[in-house]
């Protein structure tokens, strides 16, 4: 398949800048992935479509203020650093703009050296690793120096912090939100137990996966790049009991649904494990692990939209995107959202 086949037109207006102020105001696309049937509903309105007895899957990663800006130590030359992925302690694969400044043994240093990063290796693509430097609570010194890695068409200021991570964020490590959780609330979820159906928490560390477009015509020859995930015994005990029940396994986000699908095609049932995963996802895939699916609107020619057209076909969900677009929907990370049944 063709890589342009995902893409789709999309006004710039559309692209959502901001969070709304109420999580769940968002609008909601109701998609029949069998007959293409369309309903227009807010976000709050999922508790109609969500049955007693569904077992629902949210990615409790928490992201970090990954997103450093400072200089190199020698010549105060201007370099940001995207902190993606923990290889031991304090040592990080970073991707470094620009990226032609760093060389081996490099030093940058941030908040006036409160905060140090030095080169131990070059890779392709920007990429690098970086050892950090600084005395104190790694973790307390990125929150005071570290922003909010916001992905590159989002130009407006994030205000508050914690709009940018899902309510039940718990577990430390991604370059990203896993923006399909963002419309929850507690409030919601807490209605969402009273009806009788499950929540449980995996966990998905997103990295540089969510950044890089698909660069090759042929999607088949895309690489993806590996993200550290992780089940718990008690999580897998409980959806492998839904499966032989028949009961509804329904994944918020494509981060979820590379979870529950790489244990799948790893074990061939929920196991309590932990690795990383690069499993990509496009149509001519059979999915074993989940029946529903809530996500957002995603990027033309991205990976995500390709999941989600393995999940319908790729003409329902153009032809959903089209109607999102004719119905002026909020686009991407702050934008609306979708549940595909």
């Not at 309105?45 to 400072?70: E, F």
């Not at 923006?179 to 209605?191: I, Q, S, V, W």
Request: a neutral charge; hydrophobic letters at 40%.
């Amino acid at each position: 398949m063709k890589t342009d086949d995902f893409d789709y037109e999309l006004p710039e207006k559309l692209i959502a800048q901001t969070p709304l102020e109420k999580r769940d105001a968002s609008r909601l696309l109701v998609l029949d992935r069998k007959t293409g049937e369309i309903e227009h509903k807010h976000f709050d309105d999922i508790l109609d479509y969500l049955q007693a007895g569904d077992i629902l899957v949210v990615n409790n990663t928490k992201v970090l203020p990954a997103r450093l800006l400072g200089a190199k130590e020698e010549t105060k030359a201007h370099i940001e650093l995207l902190m993606l992925k923990e290889i031991e302690k304090d040592t990080w694969e970073c991707l470094s703009k620009p990226a032609k400044r760093i060389q081996v043994g490099t030093i940058l240093t941030f908040g006036d050296g409160r905060l140090k990063a030095k080169c131990i290796e070059k890779k392709e693509e920007g990429m690098g690793i970086f050892t950090f430097l600084y005395e104190g609570i790694f973790l307390e010194v990125l929150d005071a120096l570290g922003e909010m890695p916001l992905p590159p068409y989002i130009h407006e200021k994030l205000k508050d912090k914690n709009r940018y991570q899902t309510v039940y964020a718990k577990e430390v490590g991604s370059a990203a939100a896993p923006t399909a959780g963002l419309h929850f609330t507690d409030e919601l979820l807490k209605r969402i137990k009273e009806k009788g159906i499950e929540i449980v928490e995996i966990t998905l560390h997103v990295g540089l996966g969510t950044f890089r477009p698909v660069q090759v015509e042929q999607l088949e020859n895309h690489k993806m790049h590996s993200e550290f995930y992780s089940m718990s015994e008690d999580v897998a005990l409980k959806l492998n009991q839904a499966k032989k029940k028949g009961r509804r396994i329904i994944s918020v986000g494509t981060t979820s649904t590379r979870t529950l699908e790489t244990v799948m095609n790893t074990y061939g049932t929920f196991k309590a494990c932990s690795g990383w995963t690069d499993i990509f996802i496009y149509p001519g895939y059979k999915f074993k692990g989940i029946d529903a699916l809530i996500t957002n609107f995603h990027l033309p020619k991205s990976t995500l939209v390709m999941l989600v057209s393995a999940f319908a076909t790729r003409e329902i969900i153009l032809k959903a995107y089209k109607e999102a677009v004719k119905e002026e929907y909020r686009f991407f990370s702050f934008g609306d959202s979708m549940f595909v049944r």
